[in-house]
């Protein structure tokens, strides 16, 4: 029983240290823009005479 | 003392003996080893897929794009994407059963290469004239160039089962010589669920993110260009002045 409970502790204890890299997949929404940031319009082009 | 008699000593000495083998308390330590020894050689066999490194490929072509709308407008993507991932070296990683970073994960070519490849052929693919280098023929033909953020793939172990993500992250700008400026982040994630982090199962997972991404592109470039019809497309009287 004590054995048990000390895998499990270290075991927990590991899990927890372990390290992410990739996002939780609630937050990807957060990282997507909707749409298009517009920092300027294109202008319209003169034809030609 | 005769012949017989010391037979029967010897086999009375033997038999106490063995009697007192018989009592002896097993030895435990080899026991275990015994028992413990299939254990051992599962978990060694389990975890050999676990410390190797390992490459996945990236495709050169994805069938099943179904996109269109370019209308031979003219796009200009800079291939390659410029790569300012935080981690470079490697493209993901392995982990054993406790969520320890135990091998690499290479991929086959460059990403920041491959996915503006990709996004250059789906753009093909859905009728504009695309180019991978230099500047737009004309005025209101749009450049883009792409900034890989993030290409990481990794075993996320959950309680009773796990799954394989890959996360992509990459940045777009869109300018025209008429003034356009426009700015658009894409992070798309490919999720594989699995029992076993096999090499198979890392490949769908990024081809799945891949694809999704090259696909989010491609749809928001075309947004784009119908968001301002004039873009991309060659000026009436400019075609009129090299007809004549």
């Not at chain 2, 991932?85 to 091998?103: E, F, L, S, V």
């Not at chain 2, 996004?119 to 991978?132: N, P």
């Not at chain 2, 394989?164 to 426009?182: F, M």
């Amino acid at each position: 029983m004590k054995r048990l409970l000390s895998f499990l502790i270290l075991s927990a204890l590991i899990t927890g240290c372990a390290r992410h890299v990739v996002v939780k997949p609630e937050e990807v929404g957060r990282l997507n823009s909707p749409d298009w940031i517009l920092q300027s319009e294109p202008k319209p082009i003169r034809r030609a005479e | 003392m005769n012949l017989e008699e010391t037979f029967e000593t010897e086999t009375k000495r033997a038999d106490r003996g063995r009697f007192s083998m018989r009592q002896t308390k097993p030895n435990r330590n080899a026991i275990g080893l015994y028992h413990g020894f299939p254990v051992l050689l599962s978990a060694l066999f389990l975890s050999a897929c676990a410390i190797t490194d390992m490459n996945v490929d990236l495709p050169n072509r994805y069938e099943g794009m179904q996109l269109s709308g370019g209308e031979g407008r003219e796009v200009v993507i800079v291939v390659p994407f410029s790569d300012q991932r935080r981690i470079k070296k490697r493209c993901g990683m392995k982990k054993n059963g406790y969520n320890m970073d135990t091998a690499d994960v290479f991929c086959s070519v460059p990403p920041a290469t491959r996915l503006a490849e990709l996004l250059a052929q789906a753009l093909q693919e859905a009728g504009f004239r695309v180019k991978t280098h230099g500047e737009p023929d004309n005025p209101s033909g749009i450049m883009v160039e792409g900034t890989l953020l993030k290409f990481f793939v990794e075993p996320v172990i959950g309680f009773a089962m796990g799954s394989l993500e890959t996360d992509i992250q990459v940045r777009l700008i869109a300018t025209s010589k008429n003034g356009l400026r426009a700015e658009r982040s894409f992070f798309v994630k490919g999720t594989k669920s699995a029992m076993a982090g096999t090499a198979s199962n890392y490949q769908r997972s990024v081809d799945q993110a891949v694809k999704r991404i090259v696909q989010q592109m491609a749809a928001a470039i075309i947004s784009l260009f119908n968001q301002y019809p004039q873009l991309g497309r060659f000026a009436p009287a400019t075609l009129e002045l090299r007809l004549s």
